[in-house]
């Protein structure tokens, strides 16, 4: 039973199977565990991002190098923007590793790409596995990208601060249906974080109204990630500000994350 939910998590945009523990360093507080790591984290407490410029660099078409170099860039604005969350909710923060590919790989958690996956946190290397598709290597004005990465790392951030370790214990021994209801806590949260995140830089950004939109409008729902209505709605509060207070789906109503 474990193993074919493995099998099946290959898919996923996160993979839950295996913990991830952050270690703890220097005075920060033990990273929190159990069901208080879900709806009490210190991360929630933190407020408005501080850090709110993050300018995108340019990307030429079918250039992997400028758009590896444009991906690093945002990295560091992600790095700057959550290292100071964790710092102000006085969790240990260390950088996520990344990896931009642009064909198949095997990472900690299985083969990458997989159906379904835009891009995978895997708890098991600490590593972001980002692919570039064809179509966004075509397109340097694309904006999934971003949105994506923004999104991964949300499930960085949920393995640093205790929740995905914790989830992965409650759903060691459940059923499918428990544990797709909880996969859609994760991953509607990994949307709002992705989402606040996105919501503080944006005016740095010079996009406007039709790039958020047609973002929106990609959005298509699964049983693991949630209904199209549910994702718009969670991207949208974290887009609306305040920080990651906001994204925390562990104590919403089953109707929000649905
Ligand atoms: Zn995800």
Redesign the pocket.
């Known amino acids: 039973m474990r193993k074919s939910l493995i099998a099946l998590l290959m898919g996923?945009?996160?993979s839950l199977p295996l913990s991830g523990t952050a270690a703890a360093s220097g005075s920060a507080r033990p990273v929190p565990s159990g069901k208080a790591a879900l709806t009490k984290n210190p991360i929630y407490t933190t407020g408005e991002f501080d850090f709110t410029e993050c300018k995108e660099l340019d990307r030429r078409p079918d250039d992997v190098d400028s758009y590896k170099i444009y991906l690093d860039h945002l990295m560091d604005c992600l790095n700057l923007s959550w290292g100071e969350e964790f710092k102000q909710a006085g969790l240990p923060f260390a950088k996520p590793k990344v990896r931009f590919i642009t064909s198949a790989v095997k990472t900690g958690c299985g083969k990458y790409p997989a159906p379904y996956a835009a891009g995978v946190y895997c708890p098991v290397d600490k590593t972001m596995w980002i692919l570039i598709y064809k179509n966004q290597l075509a397109d340097p004005s694309e904006f999934e990208l971003f949105q994506v990465i923004a999104?991964?790392y949300g499930?960085f951030v949920q393995d640093r601060v205790g929740i995905l370790p914790a989830v992965d214990k409650i759903t060691r021994k459940a059923s499918k249906a428990t544990y797709f209801a909880w996969s859609r806590r994760i991953?509607l949260q990994?949307e709002c974080f992705s989402g606040a995140f996105i919501g503080s830089v944006w005016h740095s950004l010079g996009r406007d109204q039709f790039d958020w939109d047609d973002l929106l409008d990609m959005k298509y729902g699964d049983v693991l990630?949630g209904k199209a209505k549910s994702i718009r709605y969670w991207l949208k509060r974290g887009w609306n500000g305040n920080g990651p207070g906001v994204c925390n789906t562990f104590t919403a109503p089953a109707s929000k994350v649905a």
Request: glycine letters at 0%; proline letters at 0%.
């Open positions: 996923l945009i996160v999104h991964e499930h991953e990994a990630h």
